[in-house]
């Protein structure tokens, strides 16, 4: 349609731009501001838009939700911050499916599924590479930003959709432990290992019934009770 414009010119200076808003841009009812993309130029990008649903969209124009962003954006920092490319970087908590954060927990899921429903659960970690080997998890960080446990999964073959379920540490030097807990695709669980024929296999000694460190014999069994 016609649209209508308050444009704002550039001064005498290579960096300057001319900035405008406008309406009936692309629709009736539709609202954006625009900068030009050279001094003198009179073409302009839009940096903001809001269509005529009422919905947002910063740096671009076709909008598939109520808050569209081209790019990344930076929550609750007051200095220039730069968020991951094309992601988002949130100085306080962030809370999904809820309002209020009663656990003062970094991040917050809320479900509100009655049953239980491994189809559709609360939170949904994937990594989209299909190949041998490829590790997908959480790791848990100290205040320095060093991991020191991690639960992943570990794809064990390309394509399959079993993996085995990991839970590790961080030895004294800093390098990952290899054994760990393991939970293969059986539901077998190995301890040490990730190579499971029993239902549960240690690579290494036991001891059962004793609180405090115990140690063993050498791949065997200690058992403080009959």
């Known amino acids: 349609g016609g649209s209508s414009y308050i444009i704002f010119n550039y001064f005498a200076n290579a960096?300057?731009?001319?900035?405008?808003?406008?309406?009936d841009q692309l629709v009736?009812?539709?609202?954006?501001i625009q900068r030009s993309q050279t001094q003198t130029g009179t073409t302009y990008d839009t940096i903001l838009y809001l269509d005529a649903a009422g919905n947002t969209g910063i740096g671009t124009a076709?909008?598939?939700?109520?808050?569209?962003?081209?790019?990344?954006?930076?929550?609750?920092?007051?200095?220039s911050t730069?968020?991951?490319?094309?992601?988002?970087?949130?100085?306080?908590?962030?809370?999904i499916g809820a309002t209020s954060n009663t656990n003062s927990s970094g991040f917050l899921v809320n479900s509100s599924a009655t049953t239980a429903n491994l189809i559709t659960p609360a939170l949904y970690v994937r990594n989209t590479n299909a190949a041998s080997g490829a590790l997908n998890g959480i790791m848990f960080s100290n205040s320095?930003?060093?991991g020191s446990a991690a639960i992943y999964t570990s794809q064990f073959q390309t394509g399959n959709a079993g993996d085995n379920l990991i839970f590790t540490t961080k030895n004294s030097i800093g390098g990952w432990n290899t054994g760990g807990i393991v939970i293969n695709t059986s539901g077998n669980l190995g301890v040490n290992t990730t190579t499971i024929g029993s239902s549960l296999q240690v690579n290494g000694n036991a001891a059962i019934g004793y609180s405090a460190a115990t140690a063993a014999p050498?791949?065997?069994l200690s058992v403080a009770g009959t």
């Not at 960096?15 to 309406?23: D, I, N, P, Q, Y």
């Not at 076709?62 to 200095?79: C, D």
């Open 28 to 32: 009736f009812g539709d609202f954006a």
């Open 62 to 79: 076709t909008l598939g939700s109520k808050l569209q962003v081209n790019g990344n954006a930076a929550i609750g920092y007051s200095v």
């Open 144 to 146: 320095g930003g060093f």
């Open 82 to 95: 730069a968020a991951p490319t094309n992601g988002l970087a949130v100085a306080g908590a962030a809370i």
């Open 15 to 23: 960096a300057s731009r001319s900035w405008r808003f406008t309406s």
């Open 218 to 220: 050498t791949n065997g």
